[in-house]
């Protein structure tokens, strides 16, 4: 533990701690504009600057660990007086209509907390500073202060590196990577570069066309299964805006395209909104009591007639978990029957059956946090990044930032192939050879883990003497890949550990 004192009250802290997180964690609010949790802190906005141990300069407290005996102030008068100062720098060219039209955003709350006025802001915008190529995003960079929050999360969390900052101090400024519009850029969508900006000079296009949300509700993403978390932007009725839940344990305050601009569909003028029932062969809309009324009658006569069994229960993967276990609640203790099931079972039958009957259980075993800790994954059969891609993210930044090795087996170059030590491009069908011969070239290697083997597998000897007639030399025709670099993926496999195995349908549903 470390011990500190701030604004002359002394505490404990745990390790590695910066000066704002450790202030913030005994509820101190210290300004920041280009701090962000998701980040590395920049330093770049000097508006966290607090004076230790009395120096006479003033420290960023972002990037300054905190450490043991230190004496902190974060508010003193000269403090304050410099950041009112960087304050007004940053609004001396910033357009006054923006920080008249959107009072909630960061920076324009803070630069009315220290007192400037209209007048500190420029009467004019700069038209030419406005690029509407976007599909969701609108840019205006005469609103930009130059913190590269967009740039870093672009970089550190989506792993996308679209903005690019060009120039030096004063001079600089960000480009997308298509050196022309915005609409042009590599950019996948995934909002991320909108939500860290605290001015406004990326915005949703929804937001500044439907106006600011005045309630906000949080829930889960209904489209994959990552289960991000985000907050949902009502205003009169409509979904105006979606943003990902910063303290989500899945997501970590982040979101995909999907998730974070795809929800028009709630508001479409063909969704069925009101229940109807079947009268004479017509549909005829009915109130939402009577509706379960008429399906409860429905579903007594028929339990009561036939037994729970004559009646099946569908769940659905664009529910939550939370969603789908009332659901099968309902058909166990109402209903009386396990006749349930799901897409999900459809899809994914082969592999939870191996599974389940390997590993005893036919869902994951990892965890999403084990990209973080893993030395190498292996991918077969996914898309994360087009199918899961706040997954996907994860992944990439499991061998941009930990330098973990990725294996990927797939018959298509799939985006993360670019990050891949090795890419198996099997012939479609042909898995099964294929990681039997990885079996087998990690037993002729010697790269098994013999204790784990002793202490948790069964018929072992079985298994060995079936994997090594499958030799990389043989799949290799079969597959269609070079034995040597089925070898060496099973290296990677075997000696960089911990390993992770990612599936998808790609194998699950063309063995
Ligand atoms: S666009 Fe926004 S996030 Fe990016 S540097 Fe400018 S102010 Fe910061
Ligand atoms: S929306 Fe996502 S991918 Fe596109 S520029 Fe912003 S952070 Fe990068
Ligand atoms: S928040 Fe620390 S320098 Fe910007």
């Not at 400024?173 to 991320?192: E, H, I, K, Q």
């Not at 805006?241 to 303290?247: E, F, L, T, V, Y």
């Not at 290697?445 to 784990?452: I, R, S, V």
């Not at 069964?458 to 089925?486: K, N």
Request: with cysteine; glycine share 8%.
């Amino acid at each position: 533990m470390i011990r500190a004192a701030i604004n002359g009250s002394e505490h404990e802290f745990e390790e590695g701690l910066s000066v704002l997180k450790a202030a913030q964690s005994i509820g101190i609010d210290i300004p920041t504009l280009c701090h962000d949790d998701r980040l590395k802190p920049a330093g770049a906005c000097r508006l966290c600057l607090v004076n230790i141990n009395g120096q006479n300069h003033e420290a960023v407290s972002c990037r300054t660990p905190l450490a043991d005996g230190m004496n902190v102030l974060t508010d003193t008068p000269a403090i304050e007086e410099n950041r009112k100062w960087n304050l007004r720098m940053l609004a001396r060219n910033y357009p006054l209509k923006a920080f008249q039209k959107y009072p909630v955003k960061q920076f324009h709350r803070l630069a009315r907390s220290y007192g400037l006025t209209e007048s500190d802001f420029s009467e004019t915008g700069d038209v030419s500073c406005i690029d509407d190529s976007h599909t969701y995003i609108s840019v205006d960079m005469s609103r930009c202060i130059k913190c590269f929050a967009c740039a870093r999360i672009c970089d550190e969390v989506q792993g996308q590196f679209v903005w690019q900052v060009v120039g030096r101090g004063e001079e600089s400024r960000l480009m997308p990577d298509s050196w022309g519009d915005f609409g042009s850029s590599s950019c996948v969508s995934c909002g991320a570069c909108v939500d860290a900006c605290p001015t406004g000079a990326l915005e949703d296009k929804s937001l500044i066309e439907r106006g600011v949300p005045t309630n906000w509700t949080k829930t889960t993403c209904p489209y994959c299964g990552t289960g991000c978390e985000m907050n949902v932007g009502i205003r009169d009725g409509r979904i105006v805006q979606i943003k990902p839940a910063h303290d989500s344990p899945v997501s970590y305050g982040h979101l995909c395209v999907k998730g974070r601009y795809a929800f028009d569909f709630n508001s479409a003028p063909d969704r069925i909104t009101e229940p109807m029932i079947r009268e004479n062969g017509d549909w005829v809309i009915v109130s939402w009591d009577d509706a379960i009324e008429y399906i409860a009658a429905m579903l007594k006569t028929i339990k009561s007639e036939h037994g729970g069994n004559a009646a099946a229960v569908l769940g659905s993967s664009r529910a939550t978990n939370e969603e789908n276990y009332v659901t099968q609640k309902f058909a166990r203790v109402v209903l009386g029957t396990n006749n349930v099931d799901c897409c999900a079972r459809v899809c994914h039958t082969p592999t939870a059956a191996a599974m389940k009957m390997m590993i005893g259980t036919g869902a994951a075993t990892n965890s999403y946090d084990d990209f973080e800790l893993a030395k190498t994954i292996i991918i077969c059969g996914a898309n994360p990044t087009e199918n899961h891609p706040v997954a996907g993210a994860r992944i990439k930044q499991a061998v941009i930032n930990n330098g973990a090795k990725l294996i990927v087996i797939d018959p298509r170059k799939i985006e993360l192939t670019k990050y891949a030590a090795v890419h198996l491009q099997l012939r479609p069908g042909t898995n099964i050879p294929l990681f039997n011969a990885l079996a087998c070239a990690i037993i002729e290697e010697g790269l098994f883990d013999a204790e784990f083997i002793k202490e948790r597998v069964d018929e072992f000897a079985e298994f060995r003497s079936f994997a090594t007639q499958y030799t990389p030399e043989m799949a290799a025709g079969i597959c269609g890949i070079d034995a040597a670099l089925i070898r060496q993926a099973a290296r990677i496999y075997a000696s960089e550990k911990p390993s992770m195995s990612v599936h998808g349908l790609g194998m699950t549903e063309h063995l």
